[in-house]
C-alpha cells in the first residue's frame, strides 16, 4: 500500500456560527484519523502523518470490511460516554491500557473513491457519496457500528450550537456547502466551541506541594507568528494520580537548565525548565488581556502533535459595548463586586494560585450552580473552612460565627458541652454568597436540620485510602458496602470528595438519634474490616492505615460533618465533591475528577440527577437493622 500523501484540512476557530449557505457537523473530541483502505488493507494516519494502525486494531479490521476497493476517509477516533458525548480523557485512558474495543470511527468526509480523487468535489458532493458509501455498507444505520457516519445541518446553525452546548458537547464544524477540501487550516471550516481548549507546549514545571506527588502545576507555552515561544499560562488541575507520576517521568527525560520562553514568566522560582516537546490538550474559560489562560484544566497528552505545529489561535470578536454604569454606593470601595445582591470586596483576590480563581469567580460558581449546591445544605448547621486570603495562606476550621460573617446569614443555637453555641446555616443564595466573602472556602453541613438537630437524617461512610490503595480496590469496597447496605434494606449513593476518596450516603427517615446512628455505621464497618483486616481498618491511626482503606464511621457522630455535595475544596485545582451514578464508578473516574471548570459540562450532559429518588430512598433506622449487624438493644 503507497503511504498516503493527503494532509488533512484544518478547521479555523470562530467565536460565531456563521450563517449562508454552510453545513453544520457535530464536534467531536477524539483523535483525527485518516483512513486508507486499499483492497482490504487498512491504514489509519494522524493528522501529522504518523501511522497508529497498531493503536486502532479494531476499527482497522472493521474498516478492512468496507464494500469498496480503495478508498481514504476522513474523521475523528473517538470515546463515548454512556450520554453518548465524546470524552477525551476516556479515550487516553482506553489508551493507555490497550482497551480499545469500544471506541468509534466518526466519518465525515470521503477523499478518495476506487482510485478517484474527490478533493475537488463540493463538501456536499463527498458528503453525499459517503453517506450513500455507508448505506452499501450497512453501517448508516447501525447504532453499535464501530465505524459511523457523520450527520449534518444545512441552516439553523446557531440553534444546534446552542443545542449541542445544552448537551455538553464541544460545539460545532461549520463548512461551506460549496467548498472543496483543502489541506491545511482554512476559513471554509471553520470551529466554534461550547467551552475553549486548546494544544499547548510544556516548557516547564512546578514542585509539588503538600501530599500532592509528581509536580504542581505545568507551565504551558505556543509558538507566534516569528516562532518565538510565548508563555500562556499554567494548569495544575485534571490530572489523575497515575498521569502525575507518568508525566512527571517524561518531564524528566525532558530537563534543561535554561528556559524555552521568549520572555521568563513569572514567579518563576523553583521552577524546572524542559524542552519544550510535550504537547497538552487544556480546557480554559477565557484569556486574559496578555493572553494567559484563565481557569485551565489538564485534558489529555497529545501524542499525535508536534510541537512546532502549536500556533495561538484566538477567535476574532466584535467588542461589547460597554455597559451602563451604576452609581456606586458611597460605602462601596472603588473595585467591589455584587453577587446575588452581596458585596464581595477584594473580588480579584486570588484563591487558587494555579487556576487564577478569584474570590468574585467562586461565589459566580455558586450562583451559577445553585440549583445543584442548595438544596444539600439548605437548612443544615454548618462548619466552614475558611482561607480568607486564598488557599496559599492560612486556612482554619470554624463551627461558630466569626464577625466576618454577615448577621444577615441565618444563626441556630445548639446545646454543647459547656451551653449553647450558634451555628450558622443556609437558605437561600446569598446567604452562600455572603460566606464566601467572609473567606469560606469548604462548606461542612451536619447530617440533620436546624428544626430536629438531634435526630440525623443521613448515614455517610467515607472510604479514605492509604497510601498504595488502588483504584480498583476503592471500586471494589465502595460496591461491597452498597451492596452490604441493600441486604440491610437501606440505600447507598455514591459521591466523589474531590480529595481521595469516596462517600456512599445513606437517607435516613428522622427518628434515631446520633448514638444509635454512629452505632450502627460502627457495625456495618467493622464487620466488613473483620473480614479483610489486611485491607480494611475502621482504626483512624495513620501507622494502621497503610495500603488499607480507612472506613470511616465518624462522621456520624453528633456534631461531625462532611463536606458538602458541590461544595469546591480547599485544595490545588478547586476540585468539587460530586454525587455519581454508580455505573460511573468506573476504571477513568476519580475522586478529584471534577472541578470548578469542568462541572459546567458535567452537568449540561445529565439527563436527570444522579441521586434521582434519594429523598423516596429514606428508611428509618430500626431495631432490627441493628440488631443485624450485631448490636444489642443496649448498646443503641
Known amino acids: 500500500m503507497e503511504r498516503l500523501t493527503i494532509r488533512p484540512q484544518l478547521a479555523t476557530l470562530d467565536a460565531e456560527v456563521p450563517s449562508g449557505d454552510w453545513l453544520y457537523e457535530i464536534k467531536f473530541d477524539g483523535y483525527r484519523i485518516l483512513a486508507q483502505v486499499d483492497d482490504g488493507q487498512v491504514r489509519l494516519m494522524t493528522r501529522n502523518g504518523k501511522d497508529w494502525t497498531h493503536r486502532f486494531p479494531e476499527l482497522a479490521a472493521a474498516l478492512a470490511r468496507l464494500p469498496v476497493k480503495q478508498a481514504v ?11 453518548g458525548i465524546s470524552s477525551f480523557r476516556e479515550l487516553q485512558e482506553a489508551l493507555s491500557h490497550g482497551d480499545t474495543g469500544d471506541l468509534i470511527y466518526q466519518v465525515f468526509d470521503l477523499l478518495q473513491l476506487d482510485h478517484r480523487d474527490l478533493t475537488d468535489n463540493t463538501n456536499v458532493e463527498r458528503k453525499e457519496a459517503l453517506a450513500a458509501l455507508f448505506d452499501r455498507s450497512g453501517w448508516k444505520k447501525d447504532d453499535e457500528a464501530l465505524v459511523r457516519y457523520t450527520d449534518h445541518m444545512r441552516r439553523q446553525g446557531p440553534a444546534l450550537l446552542d443545542r449541542l452546548c445544552d448537551m455538553g458537547l464541544e460545539g460545532v464544524i461549520c463548512k461551506r456547502a460549496d467548498g472543496r477540501y483543502r489541506s491545511g487550516r482554512s476559513k471554509a471550516w471553520r470551529k466554534v466551541k461550547c467551552i475553549q481548549h486548546e494544544e499547548f507546549v510544556v516548557g516547564g514545571y512546578s514542585q509539588p506541594k503538600g501530599s500532592r506527588s509528581g509536580f504542581g502545576s505545568l507551565l504551558l507555552g505556543a509558538y507566534d507568528q516569528q516562532d518565538r515561544f510565548q508563555y500562556a499560562g499554567r494548569v495544575g488541575t485534571g490530572f489523575s494520580h497515575t498521569q502525575l507520576e507518568d508525566l512527571h517521568h517524561a518531564l524528566e527525560q525532558l530537563r534543561t537548565d535554561t528556559s524555552p520562553f521568549a520572555e521568563r514568566p513569572p514567579d518563576a522560582r523553583g521552577v524546572r525548565w524542559v524542552t519544550p516537546s510535550m504537547v497538552v490538550e487544556v480546557e480554559f474559560t477565557e484569556r486574559t488581556r496578555d493572553g494567559v489562560l484563565r481557569h485551565p484544566a489538564f485534558r489529555g497528552l497529545r501524542e499525535d502533535r508536534d510541537a512546532t505545529e502549536i500556533r495561538w489561535q484566538r477567535a476574532e470578536q466584535t467588542p461589547a459595548p460597554p455597559a451602563p454604569q451604576r452609581p456606586r454606593p458611597a460605602s462601596v470601595k472603588r473595585g467591589d463586586a455584587y453577587v446575588a445582591g452581596v458585596r464581595i470586596s477584594h473580588p480579584d483576590r486570588v484563591l487558587y494560585p494555579e487556576q487564577g480563581l478569584t474570590k468574585v469567580a467562586l461565589a459566580r460558581y455558586y450562583e451559577r450552580y445553585q440549583d445543584w449546591v442548595l438544596p444539600p445544605l439548605i437548612n443544615r448547621p454548618l462548619s466552614l473552612l475558611r482561607c480568607p486570603r486564598g488557599l496559599d495562606t492560612e486556612c482554619f476550621y470554624q463551627k461558630h460565627p466569626h464577625a466576618a460573617i454577615s448577621a444577615d446569614v441565618p444563626r441556630v443555637s445548639i446545646e454543647e458541652k459547656k451551653g449553647h453555641a450558634d451555628y450558622v446555616y443556609v437558605t437561600k443564595l446569598s446567604d452562600l454568597v455572603a460566606l464566601v466573602q467572609a473567606g469560606v472556602m469548604e462548606l461542612h453541613p451536619w447530617g440533620s436540620r436546624v428544626d430536629k438537630v438531634e435526630r440525623p437524617d443521613s448515614l455517610i461512610f467515607d472510604l479514605d485510602p492509604g497510601p498504595d490503595v488502588p483504584w480498583d480496590e476503592m471500586r471494589r469496597v465502595a460496591r461491597w458496602l452498597r451492596d452490604d447496605l441493600e441486604a440491610l434494606h437501606l440505600t447507598g449513593f455514591l459521591r466523589t470528595t474531590g480529595g481521595k476518596g469516596l462517600h456512599v450516603v445513606v437517607p435516613l427517615r428522622r427518628g434515631a438519634g446520633w448514638d444509635r446512628a454512629k452505632a450502627f455505621a460502627r457495625a456495618v464497618c467493622e464487620r466488613m474490616a473483620d473480614r479483610e483486616p489486611d485491607r480494611l481498618t475502621t482504626k483512624a491511626s495513620k501507622a494502621l492505615r497503610q495500603e488499607r482503606i480507612f472506613l470511616d464511621y465518624l462522621r456520624n457522630g453528633r456534631g461531625a460533618t462532611a463536606v458538602a455535595s458541590y461544595s469546591v475544596r480547599a485544595r490545588p485545582g478547586a476540585p468539587v465533591a460530586v454525587p455519581l451514578r454508580w455505573d460511573e464508578l468506573t476504571p477513568a473516574m476519580r475522586p478529584d ?24 430512598a429514606r428508611r428509618p433506622l430500626t431495631l432490627a437493622m441493628t440488631r443485624a449487624v450485631g448490636l444489642k438493644d443496649k448498646e443503641v
Open 73 to 83: 476517509l476522513d474523521g475523528e477516533v473517538v470515546a463515548l460516554t454512556a450520554d
Open 593 to 616: 475528577r471534577y472541578n470548578v471548570d469542568n462541572l459546567g459540562r458535567r452537568l449540561a450532559a445529565l439527563s436527570e440527577d444522579p441521586w434521582a429518588g434519594f429523598d423516596d
